[in-house]
């Protein structure tokens, strides 16, 4: 299971209560994720932001698409995981959690729910003037999207204080391989010649 944390605006849309119980936290690998609807056209859609590395999904929201929210989540995160190349164990498990479904659960981080907003305003700029497809407004924002949290520090790689939700996904869900070095042989060993 994964835990959803919910504006009112969503929740109330959902049919749960304003204030739902606080969820037991979860074991899938990326954390929590953050939700809200918004509309574009009078089409409801549903921005998800995950808190630990700014990666969204772009999903429909009306009735039909609401029920079956978690199954949606799951099958556009595989498919850019996929596409990204991003694949492995712990890819398996954060699928796993969606497959479980969501605990939904109140917003509580005002910096996440900033960021969310700003994900929100681009998915609607990505449809109304290029055409986006729900996708398409995900996959933009993992290759392209910046992401800025307190918890996150500085971005040493690029000095700065924004980070790159592909490069948080790849560090959290492919962790490097270790690199077992080559013996030298006897011959090539400087040490060895004298």
Known sequence: M?????TAKLLKRLKLPPKPPEPVAQANPLG?????IDFWNRKPYVVMLNAATGAVLVLN?????LRVLHERALLQFASLCEHFGIRGPLV???LHGF???FACAPTRDRSLLASLNQRKNAT?????????S????ALSDWEHGLFQHPALGRNTHHNMDWHMPLDLLRQRLMPAAQVIPFPSS???NPSSQA
């Open 32 to 36: 929590e994720w953050y939700a809200d």
């Open 99 to 101: 497959h479980e479904g």
């Open 124 to 132: 609607w700029a990505g449809f109304e003037y290029r055409g986006d």
């Open 134 to 137: 729900l996708v398409d407004a």
């Open 61 to 65: 929201g009306n009735a039909a698409g």
């Open 2 to 6: 994964t835990v959803l944390r919910c």
């Open 92 to 94: 398996d498990a954060e």
């Open 186 to 188: 006897p011959s090539t």
